[in-house]
């Protein structure tokens, strides 16, 4: 006789006290259906979407809740899915913005040293708030949302303080520039 699945109510309540048997058959019977969930939402590849479910049958081990039906446990699992998966995300968009910023350094480190050190004077000569939000925006890679936190504005007023810096520093170089081209 084919061996049925226990009810979810059951199944969970045995995860939950840790029993190794109940959580095989119910990720024998829940892994294939998370991975595909993962992937049809983040639309990334295998590894990625591998990834996630082993992080939420991690929590499952850890700190499987009791759901009294299907219906809630698809639920639980679509959402810790969808958390672990943003997670996932944001961690690759980190690492990707770090990587941009030691490219960005690099390239600066090309510069040829004479127009460096006039973007470094321009830079001193700018108002100290405008210096402020350069610094914040471009040195230490600040998104306009945390700046207009910092300030206690919108993010939009803040974008326009930052281009009305980035507009100062500009002002500053143009006669700079006009003697490079000359």
């Avoid at 039906?69 to 679509?78: F, G, I, K, P, S």
């Avoid at 050190?117 to 610094?135: I, P």
């Avoid at 993010?155 to 980035?166: E, K, L, N, W």
Wanted: charged share 35%.
């Amino acid at each position: 006789m084919p061996h049925e699945s226990p009810d979810i109510s059951t199944q969970t309540a045995e995860i939950a006290r840790g029993s190794r048997e109940a959580f095989a058959d119910w990720y024998d019977r829940w892994y294939d259906w998370c991975l595909a969930e993962t992937r049809r939402w983040t639309r990334r590849d295998l590894g990625f979407c591998h990834d996630v479910v082993q992080d939420v049958m991690m929590t499952v081990i850890r700190a499987m809740p009791v759901m009294p039906d299907e219906a809630r446990q698809r639920a639980w699992l679509r959402r810790s899915l969808m958390n672990r998966a943003r997670d996932h995300l944001r961690r690759d968009l980190r690492r990707l913005r770090r990587e941009i910023g030691q490219e960005r350094h690099s390239a600066v480190s090309t510069v040829e040293p004479d127009r460096l050190r006039e973007l470094q004077a321009a830079l001193r000569r700018l108002d100290e708030a405008s210096a402020t939000l350069l610094r914040w925006r471009f040195d230490l890679g600040w998104t306009l949302a945390r700046i207009a936190r910092e300030l206690g504005l919108s993010t939009s007023t803040a974008d326009g303080r930052v281009r009305g810096a980035i507009t100062k520093l500009q002002v500053e170089l143009e006669p700079v520039m006009r003697n490079h081209e000359s």
